[in-house]
């Protein structure tokens, strides 16, 4: 079975989260930001599914990163993941696993006092994706916005 570019762009981006954040302090002493929450899947073969997600954010991407990663993209899908995978601003755990390192996470202001998340990630391809060939494994970069109100601790920028 082939997954279509539409279906694997529903598995990537159609996942809704639902959090709560707690504050943490990191193996440095610094204030951390823990969401957890659920993953639900809209489609594909995860529809209806869900499991527990954590994003841990140890230290919000800078300015000057995030300005490194619009420049880069320029240059393609290959140089943005070359860029990404030496940078380390967090984790991404969904389910019981380890996960895998949130390479970027990009801090801005929404509503009304509330906060948006914008996590790039090395996404894991799997041996069904490698082996067969589907189209997904055209998309090794994974990508999740979160919006949180303004509970939320302020996060450094």
Same mark, same amino acid.
Request: aromatic content about 6%; glycine content about 6%.
């Given at each position: 079975m082939r997954i279509g570019k539409r279906s694997a762009l529903l598995i990537v981006c159609g996942l809704i989260a639902v959090g709560?954040? +707690? %504050? %943490?302090y990191n193996q440095e002493g610094r204030s +951390?930001?823990?969401v957890n929450?659920?993953?639900v899947g809209i489609g594909g073969r995860l529809a209806g599914r869900s499991a527990p997600f954590s994003l841990i954010v140890n230290s919000p991407s800078s300015v000057a990163q995030v300005r490194e990663l619009t420049e880069?993209?320029?240059s393609g899908q290959d140089a943005l993941l070359n860029a990404l995978s030496k940078m380390d601003a967090g984790r991404v755990q969904i389910g019981t696993g380890v996960g895998v390192p949130a390479n970027a996470i990009i801090v801005e202001p929404w509503g009304e006092g509330g906060t948006k998340l914008t996590v790039f990630y090395q996404r894991n391809l799997s041996f069904y994706e490698l082996r067969y060939g589907t189209r997904s494994q055209d998309y090794p970069i994974g990508y999740a916005e979160m919006f949180l109100d303004r509970t939320v601790t302020a996060?450094?920028?």
């Open positions: 709560w954040p +707690s %504050a %943490a +951390s930001l823990r929450g659920t993953v880069v993209l320029a996060l450094e920028r």
